[in-house]
Every structure is written in structure tokens, then in C-alpha cells.
């Protein structure tokens, strides 16, 4: 029997060091060839590493949430044959002993004297289940509640002392015969600092003082560090414009209802997206990516539409590539797939890369105003806040209206605010007049 060890790949795309957020395989197990050992993230995608050989896992070579080089020594397996870090000593010689398993983070309460790190347990030893944290309990809380309408019981010197404390004492438990407050219920009350609930019945409500630690890791990880460097590096500037969306939902609502069924229905998105291509045409400057570190702002003829996607694992950028070349059901199918993948994990680093400006919109959810962060090294971002119906003032008449907000922020060292404003300014007149969107 030999040992084989795997070190970690070059991904390629000049990647020198990966994060690895998910181990597939533990010490003992048995792996097959092209069997996947772990998963690791890039500044793009999540990549599966698969073992090249068949064998036995003998020691994993680091913890989830640790950034790895290329060529690190990855895991080591124990093969038929030689492999290729040695051969393992006969049975009759004693052999050396197995190396340990990584250790791995775990988050300590607070307070608590457990160790920072414990060593990671065999595959086939369950680790032991630590019990959720209690509330918790008020002292005094185990004698029973008197009834809503009873009076408490205390002698006078302990009315005083409640009065004086400011405690109510409808709320506090009696340790004494027949429910009767005493000095020491009083003393425990306000040592817990217990105040009176704000509902009439009488309830006593337990603290809760639990704490959870959360690693920031894997996407996690990868958000904030991009969201860190995005505000630390480019100075932000956000335009807020009120759009009347009236006849654009108008103009959604007949399209759907004679092609929906045979193209699939539309979102505002795709009709969003038309526009943006159409403005760009004539604001190439906003259609770019900056990289400051060369000094050099490159200007793109095709429109790559970053779409921003919430999925369980945080936020991410799939993009509709060539979104001029889309028409509004080939965006919207787009899209779909794109939100798809991204939300199953299937997203390629090709669909999550080479964005020139990004939309980001929270739906339903989407608010007055917000302040969306650039995607660097974009210099551009179109946030979507929500379509409210409202009243305005129409040719001296007061209508409804569909009205909707566009928060769009901006890369002042590349674009100037009255760009910024022009380029807002002609998606209104777009979207406020859809017809416009379809005429070259």
C-alpha cells in the first residue's frame, strides 16, 4: 500500500489561492476516482474537486474557511501500489502514525472555557449534539402565577420596599406560604432585572442571553470582501429619479396576454433592460469598467447585463451576455436560466463574470430609495425600488398612477453627475413612453 497525496489544482484564470468551504469525504472513508473530495471558491465560482485515484482517506489538509494556495497538499490517500508520496511500511513493521485530522473552527459561546478548536471527528463517530441554548428563567419563576384579579400578598414593609424599588408587585413570584411576597422575592426580582410586561395578564417573559458565533465564509466571505473593496475604492455617487410606469405596465399587461402563453409572461426586467441598452447607445462611458491599479477605463460596444440574484448563499451576478442583441423574451428566458443556476449552485465562472453594468432589484421589496453598491470595476448600477400606485397631478387632474423609483449609483472618478443624470433622465423618457424602446 502506498500513499497519495493531492495538492490543489490551478483552477487557471491566474488564480493563485482558493477558499475551501466544503469537505466532501472524512478521514476512513473510502473514495472512488473522479469522486468529489471538496468543494473551494474563487473570487468568481465555487469549483468541485475531484480525486484522480481510487483509496482511503488518511488526513484532510485544512479547515473549512481556510484560504489555500495552488499546489497546497490538498489530502492524502492511502492507494494500491506505490503512490506518489511513498510506500506505506508491511503490517510487521510498526507503522508510523496516521496524521491527524485537521482541526476545525467552531464557534464558542461566550464565556464559555470549551477550547477555540477541536480536532475533526472520524466519519463514522457522530459528534455529539450540544443542546440548544435555554432561556434564561426568573428567579422565583417556578412558584405558580397568581391569577389575573388576585391581589398579591406582602406585609407592608415589603409594599414599601417595592414601592421604593418601583416594582409592581402583580408581577412578583412569592416564595412565602400562600404565595406571600418576601424581602429575598423582591431583592431577586430586581437583581434580574425584571420589569413588567406590557401585556394585562400578568405574563413574566424569561431573558434570553444566547449568542451565536457565524464564521464568515465561502460566498459569505466573498460578498463582503468585494463589497469592502467596492466602497473603500471607488467614491459613490447616487441619483434618484420617480418614473411614471403606467403605460409600461399597461404595454406588459397586453404582451402577456397574447404571448404569454406561447413565450412566457414578463417581468418589468426585461423591458428595464431594453432600455438600458437603448441608453447606452448614447452614454458609452457608464457602459465600462475601470481599472484603477492601471489607470484605464475600457469601454465596451456590447452590453453585459449583470442581473443581481439573491440565493441562499448570499448575493450574486449572473449576466446576460449581449443583452443589445436580446429581444424582451430572449432577456426574460435568459434570466430565468441564469437565476436558476445561480441558486442551485450550477452557475459556471463564465456566467458570473465580465458584467459592464449590473441591475440589481429587490421586487415587492424594493422600497422608496436605496443605495446599491457598484459591482466593481464597473462604474455603473441601476437599483429598482418598488412600483406604488399614487396620486398625481395629470394635465390639472388628479389620477392614480404606477410610479416607480430608479436609485442608480454612479463611479464619480469615471462618470460626471450630469452624465449620471442625463443617462437617468433618458431611461425615464423610455420607460415613460414604451413605444420608444422598439424604434431604432
Keep these: 500500500m502506498g500513499i497519495h497525496t493531492i495538492k490543489m489544482p490551478d483552477i487557471g484564470e491566474g488564480i493563485a489561492e482558493v477558499e475551501l468551504v466544503a469537505w466532501r469525504v472524512q478521514p476512513g472513508e473510502v473514495v472512488a476516482e473522479d469522486q468529489v473530495l471538496a ?23 485544512g479547515a473549512v474557511g481556510e484560504v489555500m494556495a495552488v499546489g497546497a497538499e490538498l489530502i492524502r490517500l492511502e492507494v494500491a501500489g506505490a503512490g506518489n508520496a511513498g510506500t506505506k511500511p508491511p503490517a510487521s513493521t510498526p507503522a508510523p502514525a496516521k496524521a491527524a485530522p485537521p482541526v476545525v473552527a467552531q464557534a464558542v459561546p461566550a464565556g464559555s472555557t470549551k477550547p477555540a478548536v477541536e480536532p475533526a471527528l472520524p466519519s463514522k463517530v457522530a459528534p455529539e449534539k450540544t443542546p440548544a441554548p435555554q432561556p434564561l428563567q426568573l428567579q422565583g419563576a417556578a412558584h405558580a402565577l397568581r391569577q389575573p384579579g388576585d391581589k398579591p400578598i406582602a406585609s407592608p414593609a415589603v409594599r414599601r420596599q417595592a414601592w421604593e424599588l418601583g416594582i409592581e408587585l402583580k408581577y412578583v413570584a412569592g416564595s412565602g406560604a400562600a404565595g406571600r411576597i418576601l424581602h429575598e422575592d423582591l431583592q431577586a426580582y ?5 420589569t413588567a410586561p406590557a401585556s394585562a395578564g400578568g405574563l413574566q417573559y424569561a431573558e434570553r442571553n444566547d449568542e451565536v458565533a457565524v464564521p464568515v465564509i465561502g460566498l459569505r466571505r466573498k460578498i463582503a470582501q468585494k463589497m469592502q473593496d467596492s466602497k473603500r475604492r471607488i467614491p459613490h455617487f447616487t441619483y434618484v429619479e420617480e418614473i411614471d410606469v403606467t403605460e409600461l405596465e399597461a404595454l406588459r399587461t397586453k404582451l402577456n396576454a397574447r404571448w404569454g402563453a406561447q413565450r412566457g409572461r414578463l417581468t418589468p426586467l426585461p423591458l ?5 441598452v ?20 475600457t469601454r465596451y460596444g456590447a452590453v453585459h447585463l449583470g442581473i443581481a440574484t439573491q440565493t441562499e448563499g448570499g ?3 449572473p449576466v446576460v451576455r449581449h443583452a443589445e442583441a436580446r429581444d424582451l423574451w430572449a432577456s426574460a428566458s435568459e434570466i430565468t436560466r441564469l437565476a436558476e443556476a445561480a441558486r442551485s449552485g450550477k452557475a459556471t465562472r463564465e456566467e458570473l463574470s465580465g458584467s ?18 457598484i459591482n466593481a470595476p464597473e462604474v455603473a448600477i441601476v437599483g429598482v425600488n418598488r412600483i406604488v400606485l399614487r396620486p398625481m397631478i395629470v394635465a390639472g387632474a388628479v389620477v392614480a398612477r404606477q410610479m416607480m423609483n430608479l436609485s442608480s449609483s454612479f463611479d464619480h472618478r469615471v462618470v460626471d453627475g450630469l452624465h449620471a443624470a442625463e443617462f437617468v433622465q433618458t431611461l425615464r423618457g423610455l420607460l415613460e413612453c414604451p413605444a420608444t424602446l422598439f424604434v431604432e
Excluded at 430586581?190 to 425584571?194: D, E, T, V
Excluded at 437603448?278 to 477605463?297: C, E, K, S, T
Aim: charged share 15%.
Design 278 to 297: 437603448l441608453a447606452l447607445r448614447d452614454f458609452p462611458q457608464i457602459n465600462a469598467r475601470f481599472d484603477d491599479d492601471a489607470g484605464v477605463v
Design 272 to 276: 428595464l433592460m431594453r432600455a438600458v
Design 190 to 194: 430586581a437583581a434580574h432585572g425584571a
Design 315 to 317: 448575493l450574486m451576478v
Design 356 to 373: 459592464t453594468i449590473t441591475i440589481t432589484s429587490l421586487g415587492a421589496l424594493g422600497g422608496i430609495v436605496s443605495t446599491p453598491v
Design 39 to 61: 468543494d473551494v471558491m474563487t473570487d468568481k465560482a465555487t469549483v468541485e474537486i475531484p480525486s484522480p485515484v481510487q483509496g482511503t482517506v488518511l488526513a484532510l489538509g
